[in-house]
């Protein structure tokens, strides 16, 4: 019956169709299968007869065939699995579909899985099963194209008055002058205006793309699978349906499935249902869904469904994730472009007023020196174009004073730097945490995997009071030699394959458990296998960060006797010891002068950075017909203590120096024991031998707990060292260093770190040893673990904001000077000496190139120099206002002289020294991009080789200028210049660096 429900789809309907359809049906369809087995088994020849080549070893052959050993198994059976039933099954977690298909092992049995080896895996295998059941991938709503972006961009009320304006100029120009001349005015200011939507259009749309490839990145988890009887991590988007996947705390469930087996195995499933309470997943719930979170235990579990047959996956399908974060410096600088904005409208308005007046009232002469208006006798067309073209310059004003760049830079800086990062080793996951980590004071980090290296390996063996060297354990007694290969075999989340008896064993699993499993296999001789085999284990407690240790209860097949074992941190399993075996195999009572004699042993080996572990049993008489669930933590007998060593990384001492030289704190929070940690922390020198160490930097986590709110408060600077500590003393530590004004910055790869990573200003997850709950809770995932990598985040977040100030200075200097200029110009003369499409190419330099050139500094050594810019310090600082006014004063006064004075100092007309007025503006911009380089440095040329972007962007600006002065008079209204001319405007802009450089020795206090 189970099978029957299973293989044939909807037999009711089947039955309902008549004789002549139903045998249509069924022979097209034996067409179809017939042709899918066809290729199918071609395929699986075709892959079995490779394998058979490139064995090792005689080969039978003849002269007609290649003898192939080949697996015995049914090729087109998977075709026929209703996989719209077997997902509903599993997603409504209907008990009676399920009982109807005849349990888990039955639909393992369908699925051609067995339930201890997985599925066979090979490639013929996976392909089957993707084109029968589907990927696992989801299909994601389209992305925006690029016209979208050019649509908004067009949005923007001042380009759509400007255009209106250009069409309004573009109908009179024709009107007045004809198609040849009359079109100049109008269309230069149209084509302006395009190219600048363009232009930021394109900005845009590659930084939405770049943020989808990165997403992508970020959904792309490893998740580890048994296939072929071998654990091995593979990519989210690679599981199929029939694949056992292997589930500790804080993974990611990767497709909805069916519970095999495992222990006290709890799921988050909040994500799902909305519900907050974690769900026991067991025989009796064996329901597993895609997107849920395991909060506790370990499992398997047998996949069912995948991709969009999964309810996460017709969700995920649906939410477009886009980025349109704000982050906190783009709100700033929003506020600050609407301030400027209505400054730039004030002045906007007082310019529109003004010649509007002039011109009504005769005040304006044309080329010729005749009166513009002259009442009556001025034609309808004339009086409208001069009004369009006030209208029009009024408009571009506004455009030019609204610094839209400010966003655009943001924009620019966060996604080349999230760029560069992910080749520095760092994901970027939220936008803000770029600009945060270059405010941070303070940088709490874990120990393990982040300043060592996480390549455990057992270097020290104490068998009572004794060490056993490497060479002497083939002298160990055979029943302390049992005792220990059950304390390592039966009581680990690790594996151990081995493909036959003389190949090497494969051994997967934590790094601590990878190193105690070596030190079993290749020095006590265990196989784990047998071990496994004369047991069964009743009950389980899974490791977690509270108690430090991990226990199994079992029970040896056909005896009467419980043993339980224990494994966990040394003191800890100490204390629950009351014998403890010798050398000899002898028990012997531990008395109180021993168990001294044992913390002796376990300190002097954390003094050597060694990572102490104990293995503890208890052995107990089964009680008749009562069912013991419940592990032994008392009266336990020592078996002996392991020392492993985790040598710190390369260059972590380095990295620690650079950020106490550039004022920030490191505290390094670790569950080790209080020797290992202190050895560790000198060897990484956030401890120094030279200084004098206050009795509160190192303590251990029950004493911080243990604090008052107010010694907390008062002792949490002076802690260097946090050892045996929880996850939620790590939290409390966050939230004292946050209340003492502090920008925290916390590194965590546990499930019980995500409170402290999403309490902390950024928090920055672990992506190798990082569970999905700890990276879904962080703003950065460290793709290495390594503390080096979260230097260079701290680095690069510097580098964020020291760029968006740069820029910043350089724009309001352009901001000021226009607006000054325009402003009595139009006041004293009724005219304006830059025109509309001439304001708007500044506004193209200063927006989109000056962005792309200021904004994609690289960091520096000097970045690092520098103390933390913390929560309070204003964006503008003083050191900022000096060098912006000093450059905007000389701009202004330059460009008035030429205004006022140009025609006489040279001897040109109105049209040539409005052109030697818009020439010198642009030119003291591309000088004045320099200067904003390096905001307190006088060498502003240092490192400018290798921003080749910015010599790049400063050569295309040149290049441009000197086209629109030369060749393009009539779209640009220039005249051209003589090499004379050129010179005096190179020389006034020239002068911009000297005038910067006496500037910059000009003392600020406090500096801000």
């Known amino acids: 019956m189970a099978m029957s429900t299973l293989r044939f789809r909807k037999p009711d309907e089947i039955a309902k169709c008549d004789e002549e359809d139903w045998s249509v049906s069924k022979t097209h369809k034996r067409r179809w299968r017939l042709a899918y087995t066809v290729i199918y088994i071609t395929r699986v020849l075709a892959s079995l007869n490779k394998k058979a080549f490139d064995k090792d ?16 198994k049914s090729i087109s059976s998977l075709l026929t699995v209703d996989t719209k039933k077997l997902s509903d099954t599993v997603r409504d977690k209907n008990f009676e579909s399920l009982s109807q298909f005849g349990g888990v092992k039955e639909v393992a049995l369908i699925l051609e899985t067995n339930v201890k080896s997985g599925i066979h895996g090979d490639e013929a295998d996976l392909i089957h099963r993707q084109n029968v059941f589907g990927a696992n991938k989801y299909q994601k709503p389209p992305a925006k194209k690029f016209l979208r972006f050019v649509y908004e961009a067009l949005k923007d009320t001042t380009i759509l008055i400007l255009l209106a304006c250009a069409v309004l100029s573009l109908a009179f120009g024709i009107k007045q002058h004809g198609w040849k001349d009359g079109w100049y005015d109008g269309g230069s200011i149209i084509v302006a205006v395009f190219l600048v939507v363009a232009v930021s259009a394109v900005s845009d749309f590659k930084q939405s793309r770049q943020f989808q490839k990165l997403s992508t990145k970020s959904s792309d988890v490893k998740v580890e699978v048994v296939r072929d009887g071998r654990r091995q991590p593979i990519s989210i988007f690679d599981v199929v349906v029939g694949d056992i996947v292997c589930l500790k705390i804080g993974d990611q469930i990767p497709a909805d499935g069916l519970f095999l087996e495992g222990h006290s195995l709890k799921l988050d499933e909040s994500s799902m249902t909305g519900e907050s309470d974690h769900i026991q997943i067991d025989e009796g719930n064996p329901f597993m869904l895609s997107g849920t979170k395991v909060t506790d235990g370990f499992g398997f579990m047998l996949v069912t469904s995948v991709g969009m047959n999964t309810l996460w996956g017709k969700m995920m399908s649906s939410i477009n994730r886009d980025s349109n974060e704000e982050t906190p410096l783009q709100a700033r600088l929003n506020n600050l472009a609407s301030y400027i904005g209505k400054v730039g409208l004030v002045a906007a308005a007082l310019v529109l007023v003004v010649m509007l007046i002039r011109y009504f009232t005769g005040n304006t002469r044309d080329d010729k020196g005749n009166k513009e208006f002259n009442g009556n006798k001025t034609k309808f067309d004339d009086v409208m174009n001069a009004v369009v073209s006030i209208v029009s310059t009024a408009v571009t004003i506004i455009v030019v004073a609204i610094p839209e760049g400010l966003p655009l830079a943001v924009t620019l800086t966060l996604a080349y730097s999230m760029k560069c990062m992910m080749a520095d080793h760092a994901m970027v996951r939220k936008l803000s945490s770029c600009e945060t980590m270059g405010s941070a004071t303070t940088i709490c980090t874990d120990k393990t995997g982040t300043l060592t290296l996480n390549e455990m390996k057992v270097t020290k063996f104490w068998l009572g009071k004794e060490a056993v060297e490497d060479d002497n354990y083939s002298n160990l007694t055979g029943n302390i030699l049992k005792l220990l290969q059950q304390a390592v075999g039966l009581n680990t989340t690790g594996t151990v394959y ?32 047998e071990v496994k085999q004369d047991y069964h284990i009743i009950h389980v407690e899974a490791f977690n960060s509270v108690k430090k240790r991990s226990g199994v209860l079992v029970k040896r097949n056909n005896e009467k006797t419980i043993h339980t074992h224990w494994k966990g941190a040394a003191e800890m399993i100490l204390a629950t010891c009351s014998t ?7 028990l012997n009572v531990m008395d109180e002068e021993e168990r001294l004699q044992f913390g002796t042993i376990i300190k002097n080996m954390a003094q050597n950075s060694l990572r102490c572990i104990a293995f503890a049993h208890k052995e107990l008489a089964e009680e008749s017909g009562q069912v013991l669930e419940k592990l032994e933590e008392i009266g336990l007998t020592l078996l002996g203590l392991v020392g492993l060593k985790d040598p710190c990384r390369p260059g972590v001492s380095t990295a620690v120096e650079s950020c106490r030289a550039a004022g920030v704190n490191i505290k390094m929070i670790t569950g080790d024991n209080v020797h290992t940690a202190k050895a560790i922390a000198f ?8 200084e004098d160490l206050d009795d509160d930097a190192v303590i251990e986590g029950v004493q911080f707990r243990n604090y008052s709110p107010e010694e907390r408060m008062e002792k949490v600077d002076k802690i260097h060292v946090m050892a045996r500590s929880s996850p939620l003393d790590k939290l409390m530590m966050v939230q004292c260093l946050k209340q003492k004004g502090h920008v925290v910055a916390v590194t965590g790869d546990g499930t019980n770190d995500a409170p402290a990573l999403k309490e902390a200003d950024i928090g920055l997850s672990m992506g190798i040893q990082g569970t999905e709950v700890a990276k879904e809770s962080s703003d950065i995932v460290i793709l290495d673990d390594n503390f080096t990598s979260v230097v260079t985040v701290l680095r690069w977040g510097r580098a964020v904001y020291t760029n968006i100030q740069k820029f910043l200075q350089f724009q309001l200097t352009v901001n000021v000077a226009a607006l000054v200029i325009n402003l009595v110009a139009a006041v004293s003369s009724g005219k304006v000496p830059l025109t509309a499409v001439q304001l708007l190419w500044v506004n193209l330099i200063m927006d989109t190139l000056g962005a792309l050139a200021l904004a994609t500094e690289k960091p520096t050594n000097d970045l690092m120099s520098k103390p933390p810019v913390g929560r309070s310090e204003p964006l503008i600082t003083k050191i900022m206002w000096r060098n912006l006014i000093a450059q905007a004063m000389y701009q202004v006064t330059t460009l008035l002289v030429l205004q006022f004075k140009g025609k006489f100092i040279f001897g040109v007309n109105e049209n040539v020294k409005n052109t030697l007025i818009f020439n010198t503006f ?3 911009q591309v000088f004045n991009e320099f200067n904003a380089r390096k905001l307190e440095k006088k060498n502003i040329f240092k490192g400018i080789l290798k921003n080749k972007l910015f010599l790049a962007i400063i050569g295309i600006t040149i290049v441009l200028q000197l086209v629109m002065v030369e060749f393009l008079k009539k779209f640009a209204n220039t005249e051209r210049l003589n090499w004379g001319q050129w010179g005096a405007c190179i020389g006034f802009a020239a002068l911009s660096w000297p005038i910067g450089c006496l500037v910059k020795c000009i003392p600020i206090s406090g500096k801000k």
């Open 57 to 72: 070893g005689p080969l039978l052959r003849t002269l007609s065939y290649v003898a192939i050993d080949m697996h015995c």
């Open 498 to 529: 081995k493909l036959n008896s003389t190949s090497v064993p494969e051994i997967s699993g934590s790094p601590t458990e990878k190193a105690i499993l070596s030190w079993a296999v290749f020095n006590l001789g265990m196989s784990i296998e």
């Open 580 to 586: 403890y075996y010798d050398r000899a195999g002898v």
């Open 683 to 690: 060897e990484c020198k956030i401890l120094n031998l030279d």
């Open 922 to 924: 642009v030119l003291c």
